[in-house]
């Protein structure tokens, strides 16, 4: 089982940058692909980011490419969403997943955190 915890929400002003961080437990990051993604109310969640085990590859919605950079780091069992030139259409609630696998596909991640609120104002 694994465990995510995401860190790094808040509000921002429309223009800004925040960076959100998750951190899975246990000791086997390297082994797992990890995404992000968000939800607003009445809406389903979406796909925005995922990078893959080796962190050689990653994926984005077409909403956030240019704007959004996620990474990993191994060693310290993190991964990270940077987000530039936010947009008040990017408030929402994001959330960490990962899986075994790379690229699951929108309803294959198996891991899921609790989620970190993100407010843009404009």
Same mark, same amino acid.
């Given at each position: 089982?694994?465990?995510?915890?995401? /860190?790094? &929400?808040?509000?921002?002003?429309?223009? &800004? /940058?925040?960076?959100?961080?998750?951190?899975? /437990? &246990?000791?086997? =990051?390297?082994?797992?692909?990890? $995404?992000? =993604?968000?939800?607003?109310?009445?809406?389903?969640?979406? =796909?925005?980011?995922?990078?893959?085990?080796?962190?050689?590859?990653?994926?984005?919605?077409?909403?956030?490419? $240019?704007? =959004?950079?996620?990474?990993?780091?191994?060693?310290?069992?993190?991964?990270?969403?940077?987000?530039?030139?936010?947009?008040?259409?990017?408030?929402?609630?994001?959330?960490?997943?990962?899986?075994?696998?790379?690229?699951?596909?929108?309803?294959? #991640?198996?891991? #899921? $955190?609790? $989620?970190?609120?993100?407010?843009?104002?404009?």
């Amino acid at each position: 089982q694994v465990r995510l915890v995401e /860190s790094g &929400g808040g509000l921002v002003q429309a223009g &800004g /940058s925040l960076r959100l961080s998750c951190a899975p /437990s &246990g000791r086997t =990051f390297r082994s797992y692909a990890m $995404g992000w =993604f968000r939800q607003t109310p009445g809406r389903e969640r979406e =796909f925005v980011a995922a990078i893959t085990r080796s962190g050689g590859g990653s994926h984005y919605a077409d909403s956030v490419k $240019g704007r =959004f950079t996620i990474s990993r780091e191994n060693a310290k069992n993190t991964v990270y969403l940077q987000m530039n030139s936010l947009k008040p259409e990017d408030t929402a609630v994001y959330y960490c997943t990962a899986d075994l696998q790379d690229y699951p596909g929108p309803t294959g #991640w198996a891991y #899921w $955190g609790q $989620g970190t609120q993100v407010t843009v104002s404009s």
